[in-house]
């Protein structure tokens, strides 16, 4: 019967090195002993020595381990601090481990979700990812909606609008209605209820040479965007 598998990884930052207890050979000699009592075969272990946990950008370490998970296989940390440093980062990291069907095993944390109650963490850390995009979305519209109501400028520069230099404020630009953009927009919207597909409100733009707010023609994409956009604002007002 194969062993189960287990990828390990380790970080110090350069003034934490010396400290005993998150040193790199003493992250190792856990993780290690933690494999041996569960019985995983430990694969290796990244590392990154010297690297901040504020950024998963620059940790290459991190990266590697994550390259190497497969289904069944457990991602091993010493602790939730060596692993991430923010809550964000954990998150990503615990939606990327469930959906390669991986486990993570935090040692310090005593948290395993290989087994019925550490999975009952996948499920609150997942919960807490979508809760968060959820609502760092209502906090961009709400943002933008402010923003229009003002008349003040944000970008990209909505279709229908023009941005311009605020007299009151030399580092802010406002938003001034386009009438023909916004003409443009009622034709958009009326094809829509009456059933015309995106692709279908896209050729007609084009053959009739309206031109969007960036790029040559229009595509499905982009007249989707431009309403989407736009529903989204007159709900929010």
Avoid at 81 to 103: F, H, M, V
Avoid at 147 to 172: I, L, M, N, Q
């Amino acid at each position: 019967m194969n062993r189960k598998q287990a990828i390990g990884y380790i970080r110090v930052s350069t003034e934490k090195q010396a400290e005993e207890g998150v040193s790199l050979e003493a992250q190792k000699e856990k993780i290690r002993a933690w494999c041996e009592m569960h019985e995983y075969e430990l694969l290796c272990i990244e590392e990154d020595a010297g690297v901040s946990g504020k950024s998963m950008k620059k940790r290459e370490g991190l990266r590697r381990a994550l390259d190497k998970i497969e289904k069944g296989t457990v991602l091993v940390a010493y602790s939730f601090s060596r692993l991430a440093r923010s809550t964000r980062d954990l998150l990503d990291i615990a939606e990327y481990l469930q959906k390669k069907d991986a486990d993570l095993a935090s040692i310090s944390e005593r948290i395993d979700t290989s087994g019925a109650t550490g999975r009952l963490v996948f499920t609150i850390l997942a919960a807490l990812a979508q809760f968060e995009r959820e609502l760092t979305g209502e906090r961009t519209k709400s943002s933008l909606a402010h923003k229009k109501r003002v008349g003040e400028a944000y970008s990209p520069t909505p279709f229908g609008y023009d941005r311009v230099e605020d007299g009151t404020d030399v580092e802010k630009k406002r938003l001034i209605v386009n009438d023909e953009e916004l003409a443009v927009l009622e034709v958009m919207r009326q094809m829509k209820s009456q059933g015309v597909s995106l692709r279908g409100i896209a050729n007609s733009l084009n053959q009739q040479g309206v031109k969007p707010k960036r790029g040559r023609q229009w595509y499905a994409s982009s007249v989707k965007s431009v309403l989407d956009t736009d529903h989204g604002m007159a709900r929010a007002s």
